[in-house]
């Protein structure tokens, strides 16, 4: 299996522009979440997707954030228009369920200039 | 609240050495713990867990100890190598609940 595949694995980008960031997770995994790591905070979780719908959103900073699951192997996560405070270490993880461990991505490293 | 601009706490240990990282859980209610472990640019990857009607569990070089009463978790790591220096994060779950909550990391140097 290859694992949690997330792309890009970099981006850079003006404030104000949309960024998409993507995420296919392990095949038969139905839960997905989204989380976004910076020194100051560690990993937060911005989002949880349990069988493609979300669960808990709790984490998402503003409006500005948003993340679908059209389907069990893609997600994405939206950000629009971005600010430089959004600089950060994106990560998607998968997991089978409540007693199972979450499997990471590589991450997404967005710098907002 | 948690603190603002933290460094992480870091353990510094030759080569050889055995190392124990500590972790402090918060929620009483949690049943499922988890160490993972993040090198530089990679996400975090899973090491070993545990479930709270256990108290220590063994993997390949690692040891997990759970102490209930006092809400600590440990992760011993024997015979430390340079590959191991990175940053360790433990997680916990509450029973029904599928998202894992990450505590703040413990940054592992390992000096050959």
């Known amino acids: 299996d290859a694992g949690v595949i997330q792309s890009p694995r970099h981006e850079v980008t003006e404030m104000g522009q949309e960024v998409t960031l993507r995420c296919k997770p392990i095949s038969g995994h139905n839960s997905l979440f989204w989380y976004r790591q910076t020194m100051m905070r560690g990993l937060e979780l911005l989002i949880y997707?349990?069988?493609?719908?979300?669960?808990?959103d709790s984490g998402m900073p503003e409006d500005r954030f948003s993340a679908k699951m059209p389907n069990a192997s893609f997600s994405t996560l939206k950000i629009q228009p971005s600010e430089p405070r959004d600089s950060a270490v994106y990560f998607c993880a998968s997991s089978r369920g409540q007693g199972s461990e979450a499997f990471f991505g590589q991450g997404t490293r967005l710098t907002v200039v | 609240g948690e603190s603002v601009g933290l460094h992480l706490p870091t353990l510094s240990v030759q080569e050889g050495d055995n190392s124990i990282i500590n972790c402090a859980y918060s929620n009483s209610a949690s049943d499922y713990f988890i160490w993972y472990k993040q090198e530089s640019g990679k996400g975090p990857q899973f090491i070993i867990d545990?479930?709270?009607?256990?108290d220590k569990r063994q993997g390949q070089r690692v040891t997990v100890l759970l102490n209930k009463t006092v809400k600590h978790l440990s992760l011993q790591i024997a015979a430390t190598q340079p590959g191991d220096s990175a940053v360790y994060f433990c997680?916990?779950?509450?029973?029904?609940?599928?998202?894992?909550?990450f505590g703040r990391g413990t940054s592992l140097i390992v000096h050959p």
């Open positions: 997707f349990n069988n493609n719908v979300p669960i808990d």
């Open positions: 997680a916990e779950k509450q029973g029904g609940s599928y998202i894992p909550t």
């Open positions: 545990i479930r709270s009607n256990m």
